[in-house]
């Protein structure tokens, strides 16, 4: 029969791999990075101590926080040359083509992390990234709404420049603020790392063919960018803004249950957790907190979010398909409420995404019995048959 073939005993999935760096149990709703709970590290730690866990496998003592801060600190500068990428760009263009395209065009100016194989080269690229990133993401904005580039300063903590760099304007500086600024910096804690995700899994292919971590982070960046991945933050928040008003979720629950309606209720849901997504509850606490911060509690799209989340938990199709609120769901809110357009939430993602994405690569290229990723597939195509001459054909 066309197709039929059995599997060679041997077979095994390329797709599976095996990690130090993240947890999931996906049932119980945990998350542990290095073994260390999400929720103590987004309540306790800072993002640059997290990212320090993730490449090193171990909490920084002061003198170890110290030196690596300093180090993302030296590299957060871009080379002027980078500017004139963004020429080439319309104004309107999507945040993320500009990033999916910057952020490739880095390695053009590191020619020696180009060899992949040299663990120093590796461990100087991934500084690189995830100190420039910020600074990228910035420009990008800027650069969408005709604002000058801001500079990175040294004083600043990540994410106090990171805010300064997107809202400072020429006639006045960003006040910085320090609960947003410790909100940002607990987003970027949230979704640093999360296991063997699409784009995470997608930077893990594309290194293990030797391809520098400029070009691997960019192939990440590219596989974020979807609606199902990364791209639901702005979805959500798309979605929550088209439902408008509390009487009118009914209406987008019953779409969301109808198989012939290819809508999905953005935010809920995902691959491994069936129960709770631990970030979102962070996610949730924060968004309060900004919402308090800048004086615009209960906004329409929070009473929205708050009263689609208690129907649809409560909801006999999420609850039989383990449909829970995802890391997205609030995270737009908090976004949106700093004053980030939506095409900007998935370059946030993205920057945050960037240690996880190099921890992860440098961990597979750590391993001296590391091979080029090979998923295999299973054939359902035409048995073995003899050419045709085209005017032997019907
Ligand atoms: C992220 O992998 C990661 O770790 C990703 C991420 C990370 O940090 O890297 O956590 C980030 O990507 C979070 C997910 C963000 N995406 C969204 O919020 C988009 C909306 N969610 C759906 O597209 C969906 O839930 C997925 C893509 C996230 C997961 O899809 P699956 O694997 O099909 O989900 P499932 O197998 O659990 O679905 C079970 C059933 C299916 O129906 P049946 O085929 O059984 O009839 O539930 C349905 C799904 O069709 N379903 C939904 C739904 N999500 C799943 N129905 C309505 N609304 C939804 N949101």
């Given at each position: 029969q066309a197709g039929v073939f059995t599997l060679d005993p041997g077979f095994t999935s390329t797709a599976s791999c095996e990690s130090q760096i993240t947890f999931i149990d996906g049932d119980e709703g945990?998350?542990?990075?290095?073994?260390?709970?999400?929720?103590?590290?987004?309540?306790?730690?800072?993002?640059?101590?997290?990212?320090?866990?993730?490449?090193?496998?171990?909490?920084?003592?002061?003198?170890?926080?110290?030196?690596?801060?300093?180090?993302?600190?030296?590299?957060?500068?871009?080379?002027?040359?980078?500017?004139?990428?963004?020429?080439?760009?319309r104004r309107d263009s999507h945040p993320m083509a500009m990033l999916t395209g910057n952020v490739g065009a880095l390695s053009a100016f590191y020619p020696s992390s180009m060899d992949s194989a040299d663990p120093e080269e590796r461990r100087l690229a991934s500084i690189r990234l995830i100190a420039k990133m910020p600074t990228l993401a910035a420009r990008i904005y800027k650069y969408s709404i005709g604002q000058p580039f801001v500079n990175p300063r040294n004083e600043l903590s990540y994410a106090e420049n990171f805010l300064r760099m997107c809202f400072s304007v020429p006639a006045e500086d960003y006040k910085i603020s320090p609960t947003l600024s410790k909100a940002m910096d607990r987003f970027f804690i949230l979704h640093a790392d999360h296991e063997q995700n699409?784009?995470?899994?997608?930077?893990?292919?594309?290194?293990?063919?030797?391809?520098?971590?400029y070009a691997a982070v960019a192939a990440g960046v590219a596989c974020l960018w979807g609606p199902s991945h990364g791209g639901a933050n702005e979805a959500c928040l798309n979605m929550l803004r088209e439902i408008g008003s509390v009487d009118r979720i009914p209406e987008f629950i019953a779409r969301a249950k109808d198989k012939s309606d290819p809508f999905r209720l953005m935010g809920f849901g995902h691959r491994v957790y069936k129960n709770y997504d631990p970030r979102a509850k962070v996610m949730q606490q924060t968004a309060h907190e900004v919402l308090d911060e800048l004086g615009v509690r209960d906004t329409p799209i929070l009473k929205v979010a708050m009263e689609l989340e208690k129907i649809a938990l409560n909801d006999e199709y999420f609850i039989e398909k383990k449909l829970y609120p995802n890391v997205d769901f609030y995270s737009?809110?908090?976004?949106?409420?700093?004053?980030?357009?939506?095409?900007?939430?998935?370059?946030?993602?993205?920057?945050?995404?960037?240690?996880?994405?190099?921890s992860q690569l440098n961990e597979m290229l750590d391993d001296p019995t590391q091979r080029i990723g090979r998923p295999r597939q299973i054939y359902t195509g035409e048995a073995m048959r003899d050419f045709v001459p085209v005017s032997q054909r019907s």
């Amino acid at each position: 029969q066309a197709g039929v073939f059995t599997l060679d005993p041997g077979f095994t999935s390329t797709a599976s791999c095996e990690s130090q760096i993240t947890f999931i149990d996906g049932d119980e709703g945990i998350l542990l990075h290095r073994g260390y709970p999400i929720d103590q590290l987004a309540d306790q730690s800072g993002y640059l101590e997290v990212c320090y866990l993730l490449l090193n496998g171990k909490l920084p003592n002061q003198t170890e926080f110290k030196t690596f801060a300093r180090e993302i600190t030296q590299h957060t500068m871009l080379h002027t040359q980078m500017d004139r990428f963004f020429d080439g760009f319309r104004r309107d263009s999507h945040p993320m083509a500009m990033l999916t395209g910057n952020v490739g065009a880095l390695s053009a100016f590191y020619p020696s992390s180009m060899d992949s194989a040299d663990p120093e080269e590796r461990r100087l690229a991934s500084i690189r990234l995830i100190a420039k990133m910020p600074t990228l993401a910035a420009r990008i904005y800027k650069y969408s709404i005709g604002q000058p580039f801001v500079n990175p300063r040294n004083e600043l903590s990540y994410a106090e420049n990171f805010l300064r760099m997107c809202f400072s304007v020429p006639a006045e500086d960003y006040k910085i603020s320090p609960t947003l600024s410790k909100a940002m910096d607990r987003f970027f804690i949230l979704h640093a790392d999360h296991e063997q995700n699409a784009s995470t899994s997608t930077v893990r292919l594309a290194g293990s063919s030797g391809a520098h971590p400029y070009a691997a982070v960019a192939a990440g960046v590219a596989c974020l960018w979807g609606p199902s991945h990364g791209g639901a933050n702005e979805a959500c928040l798309n979605m929550l803004r088209e439902i408008g008003s509390v009487d009118r979720i009914p209406e987008f629950i019953a779409r969301a249950k109808d198989k012939s309606d290819p809508f999905r209720l953005m935010g809920f849901g995902h691959r491994v957790y069936k129960n709770y997504d631990p970030r979102a509850k962070v996610m949730q606490q924060t968004a309060h907190e900004v919402l308090d911060e800048l004086g615009v509690r209960d906004t329409p799209i929070l009473k929205v979010a708050m009263e689609l989340e208690k129907i649809a938990l409560n909801d006999e199709y999420f609850i039989e398909k383990k449909l829970y609120p995802n890391v997205d769901f609030y995270s737009g809110i908090i976004l949106d409420a700093m004053g980030f357009p939506t095409e900007m939430f998935t370059v946030l993602f993205a920057l945050a995404r960037t240690v996880g994405w190099v921890s992860q690569l440098n961990e597979m290229l750590d391993d001296p019995t590391q091979r080029i990723g090979r998923p295999r597939q299973i054939y359902t195509g035409e048995a073995m048959r003899d050419f045709v001459p085209v005017s032997q054909r019907s």
